[in-house]
T-cell receptor, first 119, second 112 residues
């Protein structure tokens, strides 16, 4: 069965430090998608990135970067020069095809990593 | 652009009372719709998903039900709330396939 593991429950850093959030997944699908979401204290989930299984190219967006490695089934997220506004819970998710659903895919979320950035 | 509205933002209800949470999506048609629950300090649990009007699938047996009376309206209900129904409820929509989910602002439900 599909599974997403975020082993780090909580991380605490001081502003301007770099921090990496780990995500390891399990799937039998050959085609799949991985996602990262941010949940700030206000509660809503904000979509950050989607990556498909055929694209192992790392991606950078400002201070955010993602390292996808199929060989280790990992999709890690790094924040460079962290800021207080980065404090949030971050979720990694894996899409799972639902049989006999007419093409519906559901997301399997990890348990989340709570990041606290202190000034 | 697409927007998703979820209400109310907070709700305090006594045990045994009914529940109705509503979610509507604008700016898209025939979306997939979802209800997730997040217990305090925990991850996201998928409760229901819907790929069309009156097409609802339940992920876990529970005290809750969902309905989709219109294409862009998704309702989460309960006839009698339990203490264990307390949590943060999130509605979400997506396009077909492996599109990202877009979440509403959530409803914080406290059952007393």
């Amino acid at each position: 069965a599909q599974k997403v593991t975020q082993a780090q429950t909580e991380i605490s850093v001081v502003e301007k430090e770099d921090v990496t959030l780990d995500c390891v997944y399990e799937t039998r699908d050959t085609t799949y998608y991985l996602f990262w979401y941010k949940q700030p204290p206000s509660g809503e989930l904000v979509f950050l990135i989607r990556r498909n299984s055929f694209d192992e190219q790392n991606e950078i967006s400002g201070r955010y970067s993602w390292n996808f490695q199929k060989s280790t089934s990992s999709f890690n997220f790094t924040i460079t020069a962290s800021q207080v506004v980065d404090s949030a819970v971050y979720f990694c998710a894996l899409s799972e095809a639902v049989k006999n659903s007419g093409g519906y895919n559901k997301l399997i979320f990890g348990a989340g990593t709570r990041l606290a950035v202190h000034p | 652009s697409q927007t998703i509205h979820q209400w109310p933002a907070t709700l305090v209800q006594p045990v045994g009372s009914p529940l109705s949470l509503e979610c509507t999506v604008e700016g898209t048609s025939n979306p997939n719709l979802y209800w997730y629950r997040q217990a305090a300090g925990r991850g996201l649990q998928l409760l229901f998903y819907s790929i069309g009007i009156d097409q609802i699938s339940s992920e876990v047996p529970q005290n809750l039900s969902a309905s989709r009376p219109q294409d862009r309206q998704f309702i989460l209900s309960s006839k009698k709330l339990l203490l264990s129904d307390s949590g943060f409820y999130l509605c979400a929509w997506s396009d077909r396939g492996n599109s990202p989910l877009h979440f509403g602002n959530g409803t914080r439900l406290t059952v007393t």
